[in-house]
């Protein structure tokens, strides 16, 4: 079967846990070429993944006729830019989120996108996410959703310290904005956000098509509560997503009670790792609580130190532990795998494109808008 030919331009963090085994991995795509300025981590991952090509100049990449489409997944400062290029050399794109810090940067996008008539496919994955893609199904044939809570929710305190003021709702709340309008299909009318202090925020949100949504946006919980979820009340029933493993409904005639994807979970209804729990039982967890609270009294003492590692917690999992961000379904791959497909076939991807893109940049602008101005945004 063929398979469309994907180039990789950035192999990092989000490549490394993600894209590259991926690829690897994928049903509609192969990866041919893979690029990166820092040269070590090419040759590690190339030799890892058995990438034919390697190269540190983006262009060579985009000037190799036999590659279809490529990954951006460098960081916000490029990835426009990166964008517009790929996309004047007629490939295809799927580029991380987010596109770019202003909506005036993506806007770049939207236009190079239109006048190249090629795919750009955001990394706004959670839309292939198969618990939010069965919650979907169950609360539109319920008449939609009419009323939305969303909770995100990580350490951030400890490794967003010293990033500039917004990275988290430009970098991590634009996944939410994103979800949101895709639950919904609407677009939002309005938002007005108020902050406790720097990255703990909460959001009021009006769409067009009159459902209403917060979102409780906070850097400050400990690794052990579960970052994401979300209830949606529809006409008469609802569901609650937690953590993208367990999907109950509420109300729904001829509906089970819940429904479970893969991941780390807990059989106690609270859900964290399960990797850990496999490894030790309830005293792995226990342990995992205590070096959350540890590694962050440490980090408060100090200001400017550099990130603590991982060291602790990796050897008491024997350095088998991935990072339990990447331990359930976020539909990463799928979402991926689907742009191939509709390259090879020619139909229109159900990804975020890039106007989906520029919506949601808008909406981390105008919530930061809200918060210094203490007035509703409308759009
Ligand atoms: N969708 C998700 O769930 C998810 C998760 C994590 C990160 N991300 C996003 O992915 C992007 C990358 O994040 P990361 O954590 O992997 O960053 P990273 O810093 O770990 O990796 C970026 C890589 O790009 C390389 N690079 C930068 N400029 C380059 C250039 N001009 N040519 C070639 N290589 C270049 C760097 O050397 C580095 O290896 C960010 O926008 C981030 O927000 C998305």
Redesign the pocket.
């Known amino acids: 079967m063929r398979k469309a030919v994907f180039g990789m331009?950035?192999?990092?963090?989000?490549?490394q846990s993600q894209h590259l085994p991926n690829l690897s991995r994928a049903r509609h795509a192969t990866l041919k070429t893979v690029?990166?300025?820092?040269e070590e981590?090419l040759k590690k991952v190339q030799a890892q993944y058995r990438i034919p090509e390697a190269v540190t100049d983006?262009r060579t990449m985009l000037a190799d006729p036999e590659i279809d489409a490529v990954v951006v997944?460098?960081?916000?400062d490029?990835?426009a830019p990166?964008t517009v290029e790929a996309l004047k050399a007629g490939k295809h794109v799927y580029v991380?989120?987010?596109l770019a810090n202003t909506p005036e940067e993506v806007e770049t996008v939207v236009a190079a996108q239109r006048q190249a008539g090629k795919h750009v496919s955001v990394?706004f994955?959670r839309r292939f996410a198969p618990a939010y893609v069965k919650a979907k199904e169950l609360v539109h044939a319920d008449g939609g959703p009419k009323n939305i809570h969303y909770r995100i929710s990580d350490e951030y305190w400890r490794w967003g310290k010293n990033y500039p003021p917004n990275t988290r709702v430009i970098?991590e709340v634009c996944h939410i904005f994103d979800i949101l309008r895709w639950f919904t299909d609407s677009d939002p009318q309005s938002i007005y956000c108020v902050g406790s202090r720097p990255d703990d925020e909460a959001y009021v949100l009006k769409f067009k098509n009159g459902c209403v949504a917060t979102i409780m946006n906070s850097g400050y919980c400990t690794m052990d509560l579960p970052k994401e979820r979300i209830e949606i009340v529809s006409n008469l029933g609802s569901v609650i997503v937690e953590e993208f493993v367990e999907l109950r409904t509420y109300g729904y005639k001829n509906c089970d009670w819940i429904h479970r994807f893969p991941g780390h979970s807990h059989p106690d209804r609270e859900f964290t790792h399960k990797f850990l729990l496999g490894l030790g039982g309830a005293e792995a967890l226990y342990q995992l609580r205590r070096m959350g609270w540890e590694q962050r009294a440490r980090f408060e003492k100090t200001d400017g130190e550099p990130e603590p590692d991982r060291a602790e917690l990796q050897a008491y999992c024997s350095g088998r532990c991935p990072h339990w961000n990447y331990m359930v379904d976020?539909g990463?791959l799928a979402a991926v795998d689907h742009l191939a497909e509709c390259i090879l076939t020619g139909q229109a991807p159900r990804n975020a494109c890039a106007a989906d893109g520029l919506w949601s940049a808008k909406m981390s602008s105008a919530a930061i808008s809200s918060r210094e101005t203490g007035r509703v945004v409308e759009f």
């Open positions: 331009i950035g192999t990092g963090g989000i490549a690029c990166d300025l820092r981590v983006y997944a460098t960081r916000e490029m990835q990166l991380e989120k987010p990394g994955n970098h976020k990463w």
